[in-house]
């Protein structure tokens, strides 16, 4: 009976230590391409953008000149990321700096897009910028890079686990 009771006391570490050591966990499967925790500078954005961004994960994106077709999927695809996040979605915020020129219907196909004709915050987010849309987290650091024509529900993705995993923004 005594030995019963130990491997019944046993049994969840050793399931533990089978499934880590033998099964191998798998993990850090993201979609985009995480970048190293390094400070983002704040964008130099007027008052009412600059306080929409307050305590917000930003999804930072760049255009110089009218919005081309590479230009219009990215932010098609970040717009339904967004509104898949459903109540989450108060929580991220997307960004189009650089010196974009919108048609007025793709400004009323983005109506919560914060358009800034402001510069990259650094030459190495600008950098980026030029291949990719980055996430920077409401502490104010660079998080992940998606490519400029993401796929849509692995974008959401990245965003629901790191979302469901942050406490901040």
């Known amino acids: 009976m005594i ?21 191998k966990p798998q993990g850090g499967e993201s979609y985009g391409q995480l970048l190293k925790t390094a400070p983002v500078p704040a964008l130099q954005l007027s008052g009412d953008a600059a306080e929409r961004l307050r305590k917000r994960w930003i999804i ?9 077709a590479e230009c219009e999927q ?60 980055v996430l920077i987290d409401p502490l104010g650091n660079q998080v992940i890079a998606w490519p400029l024509d993401p796929d849509i529900k692995k974008l959401n993705g990245d965003l629901m686990r790191l979302l469901r995993a942050s406490r901040i923004g």
């Open 3 to 23: 030995l019963l009771v130990a491997l019944v006391c046993a049994a969840p570490f050793l399931a533990a230590w089978i499934a880590y050591y033998v099964i």
């Open 60 to 68: 930072l994106m760049r255009a110089d000149g009218p919005c081309t």
């Open 74 to 133: 990215l932010l098609y695809a970040t717009r339904q990321a967004h509104t898949m996040l459903g109540k989450e979605r108060s929580r991220v915020q997307r960004v189009l700096i650089g010196a974009p020129e919108l048609t007025e219907e793709q400004a009323r196909a983005h109506p919560d897009l914060i358009v800034g004709r402001v510069p990259a915050p650094s030459p190495e987010i600008d950098q980026l910028l030029r291949e990719r849309a």
